[in-house]
């Protein structure tokens, strides 16, 4: 793939659709693309982490470790990112992210990505909405959790 | 409070801690300040909703409508932020928040708050944190609450 079709492909993801073109050639040219088979693991729970990872294509799941094994509680498709966590928190990986498609990425690692924060504010307001988004979803399961228990 | 003092209140915060000193000014003699008494309602679930605030001083209960009235789900203490959900994902408030102590607030419309991610990435940075670590203290609730039932 050249430059300007992974720009066009960096433009479709929300998290960077309102950086300018120009500024997104950049972000393909230092950012690094990694591809993973079925089967194989992103990062694993309990890890040490810095990098995030966006999702360009394909499918992941999201494992998490329990007394009674590992069980799936979600899925992240095209678009989604995951590993911020890890990037802001510093803590361990909070889940295990094993590939369920073949699975295209791009790696930010954590310089880059308060780099990033700093060069694109909308990159930052698209990501606090999205963890707004989660939190506001996972609060709603809590409450029916609770309800229900 | 004069400006300087002010000022040095704002610095206490962690989400505007990096943020230099005369840039705090700005913000200090742009915000507005809020107070509230004991048993006020600081904003109400349901209703729509454009500003976050930051609490500066006292402390406000999280109160959630459920089937069986209102229940108390949280404390928010000095330094704490709220309001910045229905700021980012254009939704009605998600809690009522009402005044336990007499409360100081730093009140941030959602103009103001665009504008101030876009000047300082580093609030940027601080919010996508407490709102990570919000995430995964739901997330590890969520598990408990989903094992017990």
Do not use: W
Request: net charge neutral; proline share 3%.
């Amino acid at each position: 793939m050249n430059l300007n079709e992974e720009v066009e492909l960096l433009k479709l993801v929300p998290i960077f659709s309102k950086i300018e073109q120009a500024k997104l050639k950049l972000l393909a040219f230092t950012s690094e693309r990694v591809n993973f088979a079925v089967g194989q693991e992103v990062c694993h729970q309990g890890d040490p982490g810095n990098t995030m990872y966006v999702i360009l294509g394909g499918t992941a799941d999201v494992l998490i470790d329990t007394a009674g094994g590992q069980i799936a509680v979600a899925e992240m498709k095209k678009n989604s990112f995951f590993g911020e966590i890890a990037i802001l928190c510093d803590v361990p990986r909070t889940a295990t992210i094993k590939a369920k498609e073949p699975l295209s990425t791009l790696k930010i690692t954590k310089d880059m990505f308060y780099r990033l924060v700093a060069e694109f504010p909308q990159m930052a307001v698209e990501i606090m909405r999205e963890l707004a988004h989660r939190l506001e979803d996972t609060n709603q399961k809590l409450r029916a959790a609770t309800k229900a228990a």
